[in-house]
């Protein structure tokens, strides 16, 4: 006998031997083993792979000999035999406390047969894998077999006594396999794991990859918070989507996403997402704002500017609900124009309360829109472009006083661009065009009657609407003021009672005095209330953010509609501010004290607001002829 042929011999009779060691495989199993493994020109069972474990089974599945029965006991005996082999040689996996279960057992092969000596090497793309054979192997029961690989990964995770949040990297993640066990154990009872994959080596942008694993590891940070089902539903699985339609689609990053593509992630969620929760789509908003406001930064190219990173506290009034600025909308040169003058106004010029910022801010978008709608724009603007955005806004039969304010507004961001941004403005003669404003006067007073109305049916009103709608009729002041009242700001002098109030319109204090009455039932209610909140009214949603003004006026509508005597009224907040302004005037308080009241800086803002002031000129006016005895 050859040399050659013998080491073949040899081979041969030490595969035979390895196969032998399993005693439950025997006879003609052992001998077709042999023949599969042979036949791959394989001499050891260390040569296999999971490769190798696939084409088995579909070679035992494809001999048609082979009855239901024998296929289910022959398609496991690669596997057997290759486990009775790691143990005889002493792998470490092999004496796990898993190898006692059929399952475990599995699991454990497969580790082997990849290299793996230990819990701490298996990876998301291990599990990936792992779950690939699963379907070939046990389809039927391939999730089942699946928890016993997460079973030794949450054991293994288990053991860290220090967390740490890991690096971004370009790799698949699983986040059941997240190395943080409290983290690890409440997402291994998810349902759904193939939400809790996100592949962070597809082809997409780096930026917009790290962006969404920020905010995934924020996320994480508060699933102790929330309860399982909730998180998974409302924040994991809408992230996941989110992350699929940003590679889909080519975003290169989160913080630069137009108006467009948000309408097309809220359609591709529509077209993928099985069942799209009620707060799906804001996942994009979410994440945008966490991004905004979770750089070291301002970044000032985003195309949502988050007002809250910004110290605004006097100037925006919390009862708004004004949350950020927003340029998506508008082409990218306009965009940049858009953004350096709002950057100017918004941080380098205090002085513009909230809403000047906003007039200025609208006032500018719709010219801009305007120039797109006409192919035009501001790097090339043309005296005649001004001409026909005032010619339009002339069509809109505006008042004089709204349209000679758009004017000023027109005026002064051309002028502002010209100044800082250097572009080559057309002078305008924007004076020509102001209309001479008239004196327009309504009747907002609200009638007595209607006022006997509401307040029979008061009594049933949930405690804090009754006490805001108490405490804006007997003071009139702005909704917004009411709805921002703060716990301090009672207080009483010489027996009298007031109320201290921020002006975020004018941005200044005032002092009004209030009833005695509503002054107790305001102290009763904030001695009451345990929400730890520094308003009188805070919102239902967020204790640290006062009552919606719009939350107040919609929830009077739907209360007043529920009884047969307010059925009819149109509550209109603002009525009653001209109701007392109304009152104080023909009670002979003179125009300057209603209009300190009001916390007025001119006298003509507060005569709009007074009513009736025709028949009070006509009662003063026979007083006057009475006492003067002329007829």
């Known amino acids: 006998m050859t040399m050659a042929l013998l080491k073949l011999v040899e081979s041969e009779s030490s595969l035979y031997e390895e196969i032998t060691l399993s005693p439950s ?20 069972l260390s040569e296999i792979s999971v490769n190798t474990l ?5 070679t035992v599945r494809h001999e048609f000999a082979f009855s239901p029965k024998q296929y289910s006991a022959y398609k496991g005996d690669l596997e057997t035999v290759y486990f009775a082999y790691m143990k005889e040689n002493g792998h470490p996996l092999t004496v796990s406390s898993f190898a006692e279960t059929a399952r475990g057992r599995k699991c454990l092969t497969f580790l082997m047969v990849s290299g793996i000596e230990s819990f701490s090497e298996i990876t998301a793309d291990t599990r990936a894998l792992y779950d690939d054979y699963l379907a070939l192997s046990v389809p039927a029961k391939h999730s089942e077999y699946l928890k016993a690989l997460d079973q030794m990964v949450l054991s ?31 997402l291994y009872y998810t349902a759904r794991k193939e939400f809790l994959y996100f592949d962070f080596s597809l082809p997409a942008s780096v930026t917009v990859k790290k962006q969404i694993y920020k905010v995934l590891l924020f996320d994480l940070s508060q ?12 924040f994991i699985t809408p992230l996941y989507y989110l992350y699929k339609y940003c590679v889909s689609a080519g975003i290169q990053d ?128 043309s005296y005649s472009d001004i001409e026909g955005f005032i010619e339009y806004k002339d069509s809109q039969d505006l008042r004089p006083e709204t349209y000679n304010r758009t004017l000023t507004m027109l005026s002064f961001f051309l002028t502002t661009l010209s100044v800082r941004e250097k572009l080559l403005i057309p002078s305008f003669p924007f004076d020509y065009f102001y209309k001479k404003a008239r004196y327009l006067h309504h009747d907002r007073t609200v009638e007595e009657e209607t006022i006997d109305q509401i307040f029979t049916v008061l009594s049933d009103f949930p405690e804090t609407l009754g006490l805001m709608y108490l405490t804006l009729y007997s003071t009139g002041l702005r909704i917004n003021e009411v709805c921002s009242l703060r716990k301090d700001a009672l207080f009483s002098d010489n027996g009298a009672f007031w109320l201290k109030i921020y002006q975020y319109k004018l941005r200044s204090d005032k002092q009004i005095p209030i009833p005695e009455e ?25 204790k640290n953010k006062p009552y919606q003004a719009a939350t107040f006026v919609k929830q009077m509508k739907a209360q007043l509609l529920l009884y047969e005597e307010t059925k009819d009224i149109d509550f209109k907040s603002h009525d009653y501010r001209h109701t007392i302004a109304t009152d104080l005037h023909m009670s002979g308080a003179p125009l300057g004290t209603t209009r300190a009241y009001l916390g007025h800086t001119r006298d003509d803002m507060t005569k709009q607001y007074i009513d009736h002031l025709p028949g009070r000129i006509d009662l003063l006016q026979e007083e006057y002829f009475k006492e003067n005895h002329i007829e």
């Open 223 to 234: 699933i102790k918070d929330r309860k399982n089902h909730y998180m998974i539903q409302h």
């Open 25 to 44: 495989v025997l006879g003609k199993r052992v001998d077709f083993l042999y023949s599969f493994l042979s036949s791959l020109g394989f001499s050891s």
């Open 156 to 186: 293994e995770i288990k053991k860290i006594t220090i967390r740490r949040t890991p690096p971004y990297e370009n790799r698949l993640l699983f986040l059941g396999y997240f190395p943080d066990p409290y983290i690890a154990e409440r």
């Open 254 to 381: 989160l913080k630069h996403i137009t108006d467009k593509e948000v309408s097309d992630f809220h359609a591709f969620l529509e077209k993928n997402m099985d069942a799209i929760s009620k707060n799906a789509p804001q996942v994009l908003y979410r994440a945008r704002r966490f991004l905004f406001l979770s750089d070291s930064k301002p970044d000032f190219t985003a195309t949502l500017w988050f007002l809250e990173r910004f110290s605004l506290s006097e100037r925006a009034n919390p009862t708004r609900g004004i949350e950020c600025f927003n340029f998506g909308d508008v082409s990218y040169e306009h965009r940049e124009i858009l953004q350096h003058y709002m950057k100017y106004l918004l941080v380098l010029s205090p002085k513009y309360s909230m809403q000047s910022l906003l007039e200025k801010y609208y006032g500018a978008k719709e010219f801009t829109k305007y120039l797109e709608e006409k192919h035009s724009s501001l790097s090339e603007l």
């Open 518 to 542: 509503v002054s107790r039932l305001l102290r009763r209610h904030i001695t009451e209330d345990d929400s730890g909140s520094e308003f009188i009214f805070p919102s239902c949603k967020d």
């Open 54 to 58: 696939k084409a088995f089974i579909t």
